[in-house]
């Protein structure tokens, strides 16, 4: 069963826009820690932001921000004012595993800035 | 700080051939992990290393993978024999101790392509 769903396989906008990226996971542990991570056209995948399931506390550093929601099981990701530089692919990570702590990626969602 | 270190970047190999990749983690960070992303996917983990133990191998082809980390550090993985289907890129990655609860940095990968 998949554990982490990116429901959006591309998006395409225009500089400026603000846009947000989907994340939807599936877990059966009470503890856990959430990742997004950016992978530019050169490949190196490269962190963002960690979340652990204690803190629902919604997170902004610059453009961007994160909204974390037990409820609904999600964790999006707003880009504000985007910029042709933040054209990559986009995953989210989920660690579970009771101690363990075994990631697992979404399949990404590539996001396109078009000047 | 230097990062994580991958080589080699490229491998072309025919199929039933054997290939090996070899990563060297951030220098103190006690697990390390190999990832396959196949093109459009994301990261796979086929296995995750604390110190120089297995902490999961649940999805390492163990016919044909094998994987092993030297004295808790450097780390090599190993297809023998390879199928088309293991045209993929093999990422390494590692974070400090508490396994997959803290962020992971990535190395640049191993583009191995089997014909």
């Known amino acids: 069963a998949q554990k982490v769903t990116q429901a959006q396989t591309e998006i395409s906008v225009v500089e400026k826009e603000d846009v947000t990226l989907d994340c939807v996971y599936e877990?059966?542990?009470?503890?856990?820690?959430l990742f997004w991570y950016k992978q530019p056209p050169s490949g190196e995948l490269v962190f963002l932001i960690r979340r652990n399931s204690f803190d629902e506390q919604n997170e902004i550093s610059g453009r961007y921000s994160w909204n974390f929601q037990k409820s609904t099981s999600s964790f999006n990701f707003t880009i504000t004012a985007s910029q042709v530089v933040d054209s990559a692919v986009y995953f989210c990570?989920?660690?579970?595993?009771?101690?363990?702590?075994?990631?697992?990626f979404g399949r990404g969602t590539s996001l396109i800035v078009h000047p | 700080e230097a990062g994580v270190a991958q080589s080699p970047r490229y491998k072309i190999i025919e199929k039933r051939q054997s290939v090996a990749f070899w990563c060297n983690p951030i220098s103190g960070h006690a697990t390390l992990y190999w990832y396959q992303q196949i093109l459009g996917q994301g990261p796979k983990l086929l296995i995750q290393?604390?110190?120089?133990?297995?902490?999961?191998d649940s999805q390492l082809p163990k016919d044909r993978f094998s994987a092993e980390r030297l004295k808790g550090v450097d780390s090599t993985l190993k297809i023998q024999p390879a199928k088309l289907e293991d045209s993929a890129v093999y990422l390494c990655a590692s974070s400090v101790s508490g396994q997959g609860a803290y962020e992971q940095y990535f190395g640049p990968g191993t583009r191995l392509t089997v014909t």
């Open positions: 990570a989920l660690s579970e595993g009771g101690g363990s702590y075994i990631p697992t």
């Open positions: 290393f604390q110190n120089n133990g297995v902490v999961d």
């Open positions: 877990t059966r542990d009470t503890t856990y820690y």
